[in-house]
T-cell receptor, first 113, second 112 residues
Framework: NAGVTQTPKFRVLKTGQSMTLLCAQD?????MYWYRQDPGMGLRLIHY???????AKGEVPDGYNVSRLKKQNFLLGLESAAPSQTSVYFC????????????FGQGTRLTVV | KNQVEQSPQSLIILEGKNCTLQ??????????LRWYKQDTGRGPVSLTI?????NTKSNGRYTATLDADTKQSSLHITASQLSDSASYIC???????????FGAGTRLTVKP
């Protein structure tokens, strides 16, 4: 089983460029999440989805958009990248139950210059 | 202010020794508390998960405790190994959307 797969693993963008990060899970999970991890801070929730076709804002949504057109995929978009978006991005998925494990992808290291 | 605080920020121990990591949280109400291990350059991997009614949960050499009254949790690692070198993250989930609130983690280094 692949689990949670993120694409790409590394990316360097110039300020103002756009890109899309792809998260794919093969566990039939309802919930999917996008987090960013910055040095000295805990992971912070950007956006999340509780099912196909639904998305919601998390703690730090500004500058990002998401889509969940298929249950297995959750896309994170940056329309106009800024240096403040330099970070490591993690996707996670879980069943809807409150007491089940969340599985994380390997992360995408994004640098905006 | 972060709702999940971990201490210490970093810790160095010798192989074979035990250690205890601390987590204090203010998230309320909460549905569960988890401990994750994150190796450098990898995503977090779950070690334990406890509901608010559980006091302790073990996973091999890892034992987590929870005191919901004082809003404290600890992760005890027994007979440490070099492979235990990683960041350990305390995560508290809120009940309405399973949103996870992350601590900044404790960076553990096990030396031979």
């Amino acid at each position: 089983n692949a689990g949670v797969t993120q694409t790409p693993k590394f990316r360097v963008l110039k300020t103002g460029q756009s890109m899309t990060l792809l998260c794919a899970q093969d566990m039939n999970h309802e919930y999917m999440y996008w987090y960013r991890q910055d040095p000295g801070m805990g992971l912070r929730l950007i956006h999340y989805s509780v099912g196909e076709g639904t998305t919601a804002k998390g703690e730090v949504p500004d500058g990002y958009n998401v889509s969940r057109l298929k249950k297995q995929n959750f896309l994170l978009g940056l329309e106009s990248a800024a240096p403040s978006q330099t970070s490591v991005y993690f996707c996670a998925s879980s069943y809807s139950s409150l007491y089940t494990e969340a599985f994380f992808g390997q992360g995408t290291r994004l640098t905006v210059v | 202010k972060n709702q999940v605080e971990q201490s210490p920020q970093s810790l160095i121990i010798l192989e074979g020794k035990n250690c205890t990591l601390q987590c204090n949280y203010t998230v309320s109400p909460f549905s569960n508390l988890r401990w994750y291990k994150q190796d450098t350059g990898r995503g977090p991997v779950s070690l334990t998960i406890m509901t608010f009614s559980e006091n302790t949960k073990s996973n091999g050499r890892y034992t987590a405790t929870l005191d919901a009254d004082t809003k404290q949790s600890s992760l005890h690692i027994t007979a440490s190994q070099l492979s235990d070198s990683a960041s350990y993250i305390c995560v508290v989930s809120v009940p309405w959307n399973n949103d996870m609130r992350f601590g900044a983690g404790t960076r553990l280094t096990v030396k031979p």
